[in-house]
């Protein structure tokens, strides 16, 4: 039988794999409200942020009760810090969900611009990287939260490029301007979900290599 302590950290990684599952589904049927025009799986992104905001409150809960009653050494020390971390990061990545949804319901007032192809794309890189960063959380590898950190540019030129298409767009023809600025909106959201994920990642990455990267964009492992 598993010690106490055990059971707390395996319920700790099983409540942020939950959390990760619906924070991807989130952003999944957000961006199908977006591209579809599908009020309805917008409502459903709303309704679920309220069950990922509690989740993110019991991995904190978790996390105190683990410090308050294990007097954990360093290493599990950090494991909470982190895990904690990671949790504020996927309420964030939720809540740019939730603002996806909303200009969903914003551009399904009106007819569709023709530029959205390349939202899927991004969103889809991003999901990736999401993946990859908590599989590498839940497997202990370094290695794999090492490859998500640089696919956050590959996010951002997608949205560069987005904005400039929808930028020409509302400078072509006024009638654009409200739908443009509704769908830059949508990929700006992408973006800072990504870099969330990006977030997630370098704390990953520190805790099972011991090396913070978070504010030097490079990695050395000697």
Do not use: C, W
Request: aromatic share 4%; proline share 3%.
């Amino acid at each position: 039988m598993s010690h106490p302590f055990e059971q707390q950290l395996a319920r700790i990684r099983e409540t942020l794999l939950l959390m990760s599952t619906l924070t991807d589904r989130s952003l999944t049927l957000a961006v199908r409200a977006v591209v579809e025009r599908d009020n309805q799986l917008a409502d459903l992104v709303e309704a679920s942020d309220t069950e990922i905001d509690q989740l993110e409150v019991a991995v904190d809960d978790l996390v105190v009760t683990y410090m308050a009653t294990h007097g954990p050494i360093a290493r599990d020390s950090r494991l909470m810090l982190i895990a904690s971390k990671i949790s504020s990061n996927l309420e964030r990545i939720a809540d740019q969900a939730t603002k996806i949804a909303r200009r969903a319901r914003d551009l399904n007032q009106e007819p569709q611009l023709t530029e959205v192809e390349n939202i899927p794309e991004m969103a889809s890189l991003m999901k990736e990287m999401l993946h990859d960063a908590i599989t590498s959380f839940v497997e202990a590898r370094y290695e794999l939260a090492q490859t998500v950190i640089p696919r956050d540019k590959e996010v951002d030129e997608l949205n560069r490029r987005i904005s400039r298409k929808l930028i020409k767009l509302m400078i072509e023809a006024p009638e654009n301007v409200t739908r443009a600025f509704n769908l830059i909106t949508v990929a700006k959201a992408i973006e800072r979900a990504a870099d969330h994920v990006q977030n997630i990642a370098e704390e990953v990455f520190y805790l099972y290599s011991g090396q913070d990267i978070r504010h030097e964009g490079k990695i050395s492992l000697g």
